[in-house]
């Protein structure tokens, strides 16, 4: 079974989160993701973020800080999943290739259909913006 490596952007902001519902026509349909793809040949993770969130919302933004990645094996693939936290810096928000998306407060991403490989970075992210 192949591995993929794949970015994500945790872009957090007034303690919401900006997450993604996939469209319908996707694999893995009308789950909800941190928005991120898969890294290009000759493309560091950092570069790949970066053009993703362009190409998938119209946002430009700066890596803060990579986080520890995630390995999840679905049935048909196995995702290296490499989170970054993310700033936006310029651009306006809009939905290229997704269903639904927005600001999530960690009370609705509770509450959202998460995509597997996900799972596990939104718990993370979440138990990082927990009360003390």
Same mark, same amino acid.
């Given at each position: 079974m192949k591995t993929l490596n794949v970015t994500c952007a945790i872009i957090r902001r007034n303690g919401?989160?900006?997450? #993604? &519902?996939?469209?319908? @026509?996707? @694999?893995? +349909?009308? &789950? /909800?993701?941190?928005?991120?793809?898969?890294?290009? $040949?000759?493309?560091? +993770? $950092? &570069?790949?973020?970066?053009?993703?969130?362009?190409?998938?919302l119209c946002l430009d933004v700066r890596v803060t800080q990579r986080l520890a990645d995630h390995v999840y094996s679905y049935d048909d693939k196995t995702v290296c999943l490499i989170p970054f936290e993310c700033e936006i810096t310029g651009g306006s928000l809009q939905l290229l290739e997704h269903n639904?998306?927005? /600001?999530?407060? +960690? $009370? &609705?991403?509770?509450?959202?259909? /998460?995509? @597997? #490989?996900?799972? #596990?970075?939104?718990?993370r992210a979440l138990g990082a913006a927990a009360p003390a």
């Open positions: 919401s989160y900006l997450v #993604a &519902q996939r469209a319908a @026509s996707m @694999s893995r +349909p009308l &789950q /909800w993701e941190f928005v991120g793809g898969k890294i290009h $040949e000759g493309e560091t +993770p $950092e &570069q790949c973020i970066v053009r993703e969130v362009k190409e998938e639904d998306g927005g /600001w999530k407060t +960690p $009370e &609705q991403m509770r509450t959202l259909d /998460w995509c @597997s #490989a996900d799972r #596990a970075i939104v718990d």
